[in-house]
């Protein structure tokens, strides 16, 4: 449970104070002088809606207290938050029955003009105060929004009373939740500073990452930058495939420990490392790892305190692991788990007769069970390859067009001016970086090439870092994307590289300029590995 809360917490986004562009000063000068109000805000229902209500509530300077919010549950404190507004308004779509609040929180003092939408993570559409806080501590007015449905792990709201999907909520959490959380939020900054925000950024990893890509989809006014990162983009063939280690694991019968799975992970890493020129312990490029997990046939590996020897079966299960997804005939389906990232989200558990059983990641599992099967108490061990095969279908067919965020048409953002910035980590275990860069590629296709996404979309990769920089990752993770997304819309400074770091187990930093794809970093061959100045970016050798 542990590893499963640090997962959902990585996903958080928390909006770390910002070394601000010159520009900004002049319009927190302006913010200043511009009257405050917390009292009698009006606001106009977007297209679709009616308001069911608003309330705005003054709250003092001091350190913000986040409930915990199941699975979560610890209290989390985030200390030396201005005063600020806060602003609730709960929106309903006639007809439907839903209520979607729309939270917004707005300095009273040094606010720089700019607007920050907060993201969700899993099945939770919004942040709930961590991250809001986190932004107007930064000079943000920020925003999020429930889309009227639950927290991270509760979909009671996906089946209705005939246990068909509730399409009305689940758009809701899709899609234009967020799109009318922005219309409101703006609208709300007006009233309550008495001018329009000068910049608007959305800001959110993996679920939130997946509404950043949709709003440049489908609303490509909402932002004018977008920070995007481990996007949960083409959802109804990832969250499917992410179920695929179980599936192997309980059709091959073949369970490895925790310890087996590591020991598979660290020979390939290995074997990999020098492929970067650099003896960092990451594989630069996971593209060129070609490990071959039979080699460790026969190797004894220590597991609390006994000896365990890996197996050829053992081995045929990670190779199919991280082959990914296929059909019965082999056809690829999708990614599977990176070479070199951890399989701790594989999920193996001892059940009740002490034999070891698989222990799928909740988000997929329920995806599975309640949106595919519709069916939430559904025993996923059953599920065979022929029916794996048919599930994948059946959640590309259904789902694609709602949830799908994956249409490589990005013109009208590009028209409006927007900029999108994303990073992911070619270790992550959950939303495989190939995805986002499979989708990339498919934008270079629909709109002239790299040169010209490049204009408005960049894409780094991260080596060694694992779900949206959660706690596992040995790779440097980067520092301040979201200070390099406002100098690249407020100023124009493209950014080449993000700066990364991260400490080693010595307590060393490590640092590194994460490359902009498909550019990758190899070690100059003289210099401190350990220094981001000994590596440069070069064309990737595929």
């Known amino acids: 449970m542990k590893r499963l809360l640090i ?21 927190t000068a302006s913010a200043a ?27 003092e300077a001091g350190t913000v207290t986040v409930q915990p919010v199941p699975p979560f549950t610890e209290v989390v404190k985030i200390p030396d938050v201005p005063a600020y507004c806060d602003v609730t308004v709960t929106l309903t779509h006639p007809g439907v029955g839903d209520h979607a609040k729309v939270r917004v929180w707005l300095p009273e003092t040094g606010w720089t003009g700019r607007f920050q939408a907060v993201g969700g993570s899993a099945f939770a559409a919004g942040d709930y105060g961590a991250g809001l806080a986190g932004a107007i501590k930064s000079g943000y007015a920020a925003a999020t929004t429930d889309a009227g449905v639950s927290t991270y792990l509760d979909t009671s709201w996906a089946l209705n009373s005939d246990g068909e999907v509730d399409t009305a909520l689940l758009k809701n959490f899709a899609d234009r939740s967020q799109h009318e959380m922005a219309v409101v939020g703006k609208q709300v900054v007006n009233e309550v500073y008495g001018r329009p925000v000068s910049y608007s950024y959305w800001n959110g990893c993996s679920t939130g990452g997946r509404q950043g890509y949709m709003e440049a989809q489908r609303h490509p006014g909402d932002f004018d930058g977008i920070l995007a990162t481990a996007p949960a983009i083409n959802w109804d063939e990832f969250e499917a495939a992410t179920l695929w ?35 960092d312990g990451l594989i630069g490029d996971p593209a060129t790892c070609a490990f071959d997990p039979r080699q460790l046939i026969g190797k004894s590996v220590e597991c609390g305190g006994e000896q365990e020897t890996i197996t050829a ?8 692991i991280w082959a990914g997804p296929r059909t019965p005939s082999g056809t690829k389906l999708w990614s599977g788990i990176p070479i070199g990232a951890g399989f701790d989200l594989a999920g193996t558990r001892i059940d009740a007769d002490g034999k070891r059983v698989g222990a799928p990641f909740p988000v997929p599992a329920i995806w599975v069970s309640t949106f595919l099967k519709r069916q939430p108490s559904y025993d996923l061990s059953t599920i065979t390859y022929a029916e794996f095969a048919k599930l994948f279908e059946q959640s590309q067919t259904e789902y694609d067009t709602i949830i799908g965020t994956d249409d490589p048409g990005l013109s009208a953002f590009r028209r409006s001016g927007g900029k999108l910035l994303t990073w992911h980590g070619q270790a992550d275990q959950l939303i495989p970086a190939q995805g986002t860069v499979d989708y990339r590629r498919r934008v270079e296709r629909a709109m002239g090439g790299a040169g010209k996404v490049d204009d408005f979309y960049r894409l780094f990769l991260a080596p060694g870092v694992d779900h949206c920089a959660g706690d596992t990752s040995t790779g440097p993770k980067p520092t301040d994307a979201l200070g ?20 080693d187990s010595s307590g060393k930093t490590v640092t590194r300029e994460l490359c902009r794809y498909p550019y990758v970093s190899r070690y100059t061959g003289h210099g401190d590995p350990a ?12």
Request: proline share 8%; net charge negative; glycine share 4%.
């Open 531 to 542: 220094d981001a100045g000994s590596y440069s970016c070069v064309t990737a050798r595929h």
């Open 313 to 320: 079966a053992d081995a045929a299960v990670v190779r199919k």
């Open 33 to 59: 002088a511009a009257p405050f109000t917390c009292s009698s805000i009006s606001v106009n229902a977007p297209a679709g809606t009616s308001v069911e209500s608003v309330t705005a509530v003054s709250r």
């Open 484 to 503: 390099a997304l406002t100098a690249w819309v407020e100023q124009g400074k493209a950014p080449q590289t993000l700066s990364a770091a991260i400490k």
């Open 245 to 279: 280690p179980q599936v192997v694991m309980n059709e091959e019968n073949t369970f490895p420990s925790p310890c087996e799975f590591n020991a598979f992970k660290e020979a390939a890493v290995k074997a990999c490392d020098p492929l970067d020129g650099a003896p």
């Open 7 to 27: 997962i959902f917490a990585a996903g958080v986004p928390l909006a770390a104070a910002v070394c601000l562009p010159a520009a900004a000063s002049a319009g």
